[in-house]
């Protein structure tokens, strides 16, 4: 309390009764809304375990919470104490005090059971406990860990009695309830009959800034920001310290460019879809009060300690990735939840708008009332077709409404029981009585139990056939020796659930084969999730490629738009896949719940020669960069730790490195600002003052093989478009160099340009390494492989690493002498 009161924080009653509960050391629920000062009784909870020599977890759903609690605690506790694991990124992994997203606390209890070294793990956000998808990493700790004191946290919990009472009897440890309190800022509730556009400036005027502008599509919250620009949101004095901020942050080309520049305006945005470094960028000048308005999706709801005024939303109905629906009671409270500042506002602000529709016909009927003796009536505009409404009633009903009862998602993978397996036992009791408890002993319905059940079996065979595990003896009673027959390292995961169907695959994969790489690639690919924002970009690429040849081909138009209907985005191996899985599912029936999806997203990358910046523009995903991103990094992962070593060429490992080299330098803001906070004599800007300059990822250069794979691939992009004398595009890089002249002359001499596997050799490419400068020759594979034309050109290593990217330079296309 004395050091609460010293930094300005007197505690409130509940922060006092959350206090006592974790001194009496019993697990604790608290359930109060935003601003009440759940964070603090978080830090107290890690406070007590370090004075005692013990170890805390902090959990969240999103890596962008789990890295803003990182900093904070490193700042309060030292960068020596504080550790961060999220999948992708492991910082002082052995710290007392560990961040990390629930998923790898629900492993680390898979794989260690009561063995693991959590003496407290505070689950932030812990209503994520009945999202469809994730909600077994939050239930699974509380099964797998009786040893461990919980801190469950959230503003909209709603009834969690079943979920407490079953704490209590696994843990014989009590339960204190700290809920129902009020927000020490109170909410004003409004529904407005007016356009954005106008409200915004209104609440501007107003002096009710910073406003979260709450969107339900990323398209539509960036359009938003678009449109503001033409509003004087910040008068030049606040646009002099933005600039003052920014200065020396690193915007990309694209969207990049368009963020900087509604940034300098006071518009920010935010979304999934974004780089994590502009998620953090905008998350840490709105904190500083340099935002008057950010533009987002309900994103920011979960947690993110972002300062708002007041939350504008304009709906409130969501597409749900099935229906277009209402909000619920607890998506509402917890966007809305994000109004009012505590030590700031005396109130906060929910706005809520009409629909569009409404809007307008208020309008037009305000407009007729003021010109009484207009004789023409106008008509009113209709709701879209399968338009879900809204009104002031279901604001009153949202705004009344409790958070729904958590619902059990507990589910059963691959990944999961071979953690469970390789918790280990002397005999098969052990490892039987282990997943009996998983699937048995949970939170679901007995009938949902059964299902489980069956389903572990399914899979437990599946691993068996993959021999990823080994029975010895006896069978399921509990009497047989169930081992893994492999020693996974430490990070090992099967990360998709048709993991051991891609290890069988890959099995049957030719080593020797000039694809081999690619197509080990190619299995791994379809085993992870669709990233459906860069298929459905890829299909749109084919299908006007498509368009184009068969317009020059003459095809009439109707014969067009039936081939159309057969183009979709890249498939590779897609008979191959379809017919192994048809043969791996006929004797694991259980598969068939996953379908195999074959795509090329790393493999165009790949094979295109492009760098990232270019791909997005490519496929038109400047919205989408940062799914892009997460899904180049779950491919990275993916085939780090589930392609065995045995089965990893040199090429393919070339290729995983080059990939890892390609995320890090997209954006490793995390692991260098971690890197940063342990330079003596370095800090992270975070002050409105001071700029905001995060240190780059290691130079790129530096990585030799990754570095050489990228110059590889930016000279093989000229290749492919010069076999395709794609004119324009050649010219668009590299200005300085009359590419058609050379080409025409080049075709004078050879039939074609040679663009498989052969031509793409290593030998045919030439580096002369020098200290300042690589001078590089690219051999032209031509039909009759006289090998005597070449593409010549020199890398800029100190650009290189600049720009995290090979910064090539050619300097002539040419026939060889001799």
Same mark, same amino acid.
Not at 261 to 290: C, F, N, S
């Given at each position: 309390?004395?050091?609460?009161?010293?930094?300005?924080?007197?505690?409130?009653?509940?922060?006092?009764?959350?206090?006592?509960?974790?001194?009496?050391?019993?697990?604790?629920?608290?359930?109060?809304?935003?601003?009440?000062?759940?964070?603090?009784?978080?830090?107290?909870?890690?406070?007590?375990?370090?004075?005692?020599?013990?170890?805390?977890?902090?959990?969240?759903?999103?890596?962008?919470?789990?890295?803003?609690?990182?900093?904070?605690?490193?700042?309060?506790?030292?960068?020596?104490?504080?550790?961060?694991?999220?999948?992708?990124?492991?910082?002082?992994?052995?710290?007392?005090?560990?961040?990390?997203?629930?998923?790898?606390?629900?492993?680390?209890?898979?794989?260690?059971?009561?063995?693991?070294?959590?003496?407290?793990?505070?689950?932030?956000?812990?209503?994520?406990?009945?999202?469809?998808?994730?909600?077994?990493?939050?239930?699974?700790?509380?099964?797998?860990?009786?040893?461990?004191?919980?801190?469950?946290?959230?503003?909209?919990?709603?009834?969690?009695?079943?979920?407490?009472?079953?704490?209590?009897?696994?843990?014989?440890?009590?339960?204190?309830?700290?809920?129902?309190?009020?927000?020490?800022?109170?909410?004003?509730?409004?529904?407005?009959?007016?356009?954005?556009?106008?409200?915004?400036?209104?609440?501007?005027?107003?002096?009710?800034?910073?406003?979260?502008?709450?969107?339900?599509?990323?398209?539509?919250?960036?359009?938003?920001?678009?449109?503001?620009?033409?509003?004087?949101?910040?008068?030049?004095?606040?646009?002099?310290?933005?600039?003052?901020?920014?200065?020396?942050?690193?915007?990309?080309p694209g969207f990049g460019a368009a963020l900087n520049r509604l940034i300098r305006a006071g518009i920010g945005v935010h979304h999934a879809?974004?780089?994590?470094?502009?998620?953090?960028?905008?998350?840490?000048?709105?904190?500083?009060?340099?935002?008057?308005?950010?533009?987002?999706?309900?994103?920011?709801?979960?947690?993110?300690?972002?300062?708002?005024?007041?939350?504008?939303?304009?709906?409130?109905?969501?597409?749900?990735?099935?229906?277009?629906?209402?909000?619920?009671?607890?998506?509402?409270?917890?966007?809305?939840?994000?109004?009012?500042?505590?030590?700031?506002?005396?109130?906060?602000?929910?706005?809520?708008?009409?629909?569009?529709?409404?809007?307008?016909?208020?309008?037009?009927?305000?407009?007729?009332?003021?010109?009484?003796?207009?004789?023409?009536?106008?008509?009113?505009?209709?709701?879209?077709?399968?338009?879900?409404?809204?009104?002031?009633?279901?604001?009153?009903?949202?705004?009344?409404?409790?958070?729904?009862?958590?619902?059990?998602?507990?589910?059963?993978?691959?990944?999961?029981?071979?953690?469970?397996?390789?918790?280990?036992?002397?005999?098969?009791?052990?490892?039987?009585?282990?997943?009996?408890?998983?699937?048995?002993?949970?939170?679901?319905?007995?009938?949902?139990?059964?299902?489980?059940?069956?389903?572990?079996?399914?899979?437990?065979?599946?691993?068996?056939?993959?021999?990823?595990?080994?029975?010895?003896?006896?069978?399921?009673?509990?009497?047989?020796?169930?081992?893994?027959?492999?020693?996974?390292?430490?990070?090992?995961?099967?990360?998709?659930?048709?993991?051991?169907?891609?290890?069988?695959?890959?099995?049957?994969?030719?080593?020797?084969?000039?694809?081999?790489?690619?197509?080990?690639?190619?299995?791994?690919?379809?085993?992870?999730?669709?990233?459906?924002?860069?298929?459905?970009?890829?299909?749109?690429?084919?299908?006007?490629?498509?368009?184009?040849?068969?317009?020059?081909?003459?095809?009439?138009?109707?014969?067009?738009?039936?081939?159309?209907?057969?183009?979709?985005?890249?498939?590779?191996?897609?008979?191959?896949?379809?017919?192994?899985?048809?043969?791996?599912?006929?004797?694991?029936?259980? /598969? @068939?719940?996953?379908?195999? #999806?074959?795509?090329?997203?790393? $493999? !165009? &990358?790949? +094979?295109? *020669?492009? %760098?990232? =910046?270019?791909?997005?523009?490519?496929?038109?995903?400047?919205?989408?960069?940062?799914?892009?991103?997460?899904?180049?990094?779950?491919?990275?992962?993916?085939?780090?730790?589930?392609?065995?070593?045995?089965?990893?060429?040199?090429?393919?490992?070339?290729?995983?490195?080059?990939?890892?080299?390609? /995320? @890090?330098?997209?954006?490793? #803001?995390?692991?260098?600002?971690? $890197? !940063? &906070?342990? +330079?003596? *004599?370095? %800090?992270? =800007?975070?002050?409105?003052?001071?700029?905001?300059?995060?240190?780059?990822?290691?130079?790129?250069?530096?990585?030799?093989?990754?570095?050489?794979?990228?110059?590889?691939?930016?000279?093989?992009?000229?290749?492919?478009?010069?076999?395709?004398?794609?004119?324009?595009?050649?010219?668009?890089?590299?200005?300085?160099?009359?590419?058609?002249?050379?080409?025409?002359?080049?075709?004078?001499?050879?039939?074609?340009?040679?663009?498989? =596997?052969?031509?793409?050799?290593?030998?045919?490419?030439?580096?002369?390494?020098?200290?300042?400068?690589?001078?590089?020759?690219?051999?032209?594979?031509?039909?009759?492989?006289?090998?005597?034309?070449?593409?010549?050109?020199?890398?800029?290593?100190?650009?290189?690493?600049?720009?995290?990217?090979?910064?090539?330079?050619?300097?002539?296309?040419?026939?060889?002498?001799?």
């Amino acid at each position: 309390m004395a050091w609460s009161g010293r930094r300005g924080l007197p505690l409130y009653p509940a922060q006092e009764d959350a206090l006592l509960e974790l001194l009496l050391d019993r697990h604790l629920v608290l359930s109060t809304p935003t601003g009440t000062g759940k964070s603090l009784v978080a830090i107290a909870a890690h406070a007590m375990d370090v004075a005692q020599g013990r170890r805390s977890v902090y959990t969240a759903p999103i890596k962008a919470l789990v890295s803003e609690k990182f900093f904070a605690l490193v700042e309060l506790f030292g960068a020596e104490r504080v550790g961060m694991i999220t999948g992708d990124t492991r910082v002082n992994p052995d710290a007392p005090i560990l961040c990390c997203t629930a998923e790898i606390v629900a492993n680390a209890a898979l794989r260690q059971g009561p063995d693991a070294p959590f003496d407290t793990v505070v689950m932030d956000e812990f209503h994520f406990y009945a999202d469809p998808e994730r909600g077994w990493a939050w239930q699974v700790p509380l099964l797998q860990l009786p040893q461990t004191r919980f801190v469950l946290m959230s503003a909209t919990l709603g009834d969690v009695s079943a979920i407490t009472a079953d704490l209590e009897r696994r843990t014989g440890r009590e339960v204190g309830m700290v809920t129902g309190v009020e927000r020490p800022v109170p909410l004003d509730f409004r529904y407005e009959l007016t356009p954005v556009q106008e409200e915004v400036e209104s609440l501007l005027a107003d002096g009710l800034a910073p406003i979260y502008l709450v969107h339900f599509s990323q398209a539509a919250a960036v359009e938003r920001a678009q449109a503001l620009a033409s509003v004087r949101v910040a008068d030049r004095a606040h646009r002099d310290r933005i600039a003052v901020a920014i200065a020396g942050f690193r915007f990309a080309p694209g969207f990049g460019a368009a963020l900087n520049r509604l940034i300098r305006a006071g518009i920010g945005v935010h979304h999934a879809g974004m780089l994590p470094k502009y998620r953090r960028l905008v998350e840490t000048l709105a904190q500083d009060g340099l935002l008057k308005v950010v533009c987002g999706t309900d994103t920011l709801g979960v947690g993110i300690n972002v300062p708002i005024r007041t939350v504008l939303l304009t709906a409130l109905t969501k597409f749900d990735g099935t229906r277009m629906r209402q909000l619920s009671a607890r998506e509402f409270h917890q966007i809305a939840g994000r109004a009012g500042r505590a030590g700031y506002d005396t109130a906060g602000e929910v706005v809520v708008l009409a629909p569009e529709h409404e809007i307008e016909n208020a309008k037009a009927a305000a407009k007729a009332a003021a010109n009484p003796g207009k004789a023409k009536k106008t008509p009113k505009k209709k709701a879209p077709d399968g338009f879900v409404s809204w009104g002031p009633g279901s604001l009153e009903r949202l705004q009344s409404a409790a958070p729904e009862t958590l619902q059990s998602s507990m589910t059963i993978t691959a990944a999961m029981l071979i953690n469970v397996i390789a918790r280990g036992s002397d005999d098969g009791r052990g490892v039987f009585d282990d997943v009996r408890r998983l699937v048995l002993d949970n939170h679901e319905s007995p009938a949902r139990q059964r299902a489980l059940a069956r389903r572990a079996l399914g899979i437990y065979r599946t691993l068996r056939a993959s021999e990823v595990v080994a029975q010895e003896g006896g069978g399921l009673d509990g009497t047989a020796r169930i081992r893994l027959t492999v020693d996974l390292q430490p990070d090992f995961a099967l990360n998709q659930p048709l993991s051991p169907f891609a290890l069988a695959v890959i099995e049957l994969l030719e080593e020797d084969a000039s694809d081999y790489a690619l197509d080990v690639l190619s299995v791994i690919e379809s085993t992870l999730d669709d990233p459906r924002a860069i298929l459905g970009q890829q299909q749109f690429t084919a299908r006007g490629e498509a368009v184009a040849a068969m317009k020059r081909e003459g095809i009439e138009y109707e014969s067009r738009m039936e081939l159309l209907e057969q183009i979709t985005w890249p498939m590779p191996l897609e008979q191959l896949l379809a017919e192994a899985y048809e043969v791996y599912a006929g004797s694991q029936p259980w /598969v @068939r719940d996953f379908a195999v #999806s074959p795509k090329s997203v790393v $493999r !165009e &990358l790949w +094979e295109r *020669g492009m %760098t990232f =910046a270019e791909y997005v523009a490519f496929h038109k995903l400047g919205r989408s960069e940062g799914l892009v991103l997460r899904y180049l990094s779950d491919a990275y992962r993916a085939l780090r730790q589930t392609v065995p070593d045995e089965a990893k060429t040199e090429e393919l490992r070339e290729l995983i490195e080059w990939l890892g080299e390609v /995320v @890090r330098q997209v954006d490793s #803001s995390l692991v260098d600002e971690w $890197r !940063e &906070l342990l +330079e003596p *004599g370095t %800090t992270v =800007a975070t002050a409105a003052a001071a700029p905001i300059r995060p240190p780059g990822p290691v130079s790129v250069v530096a990585n030799r093989r990754a570095f050489t794979a990228m110059v590889r691939n930016a000279f093989w992009r000229r290749v492919q478009l010069a076999a395709r004398q794609a004119d324009d595009e050649l010219i668009a890089l590299d200005p300085d160099i009359d590419w058609p002249a050379a080409l025409d002359a080049y075709f004078d001499e050879h039939d074609a340009i040679g663009i498989g =596997a052969d031509a793409r050799s290593a030998a045919l490419l030439h580096v002369d390494e020098r200290s300042d400068r690589w001078l590089v020759r690219q051999t032209i594979a031509d039909p009759a492989q006289h090998h005597d034309w070449a593409v010549l050109g020199e890398v800029d290593l100190e650009a290189s690493a600049a720009e995290g990217i090979a910064v090539v330079r050619i300097t002539a296309v040419e026939r060889l002498d001799g």
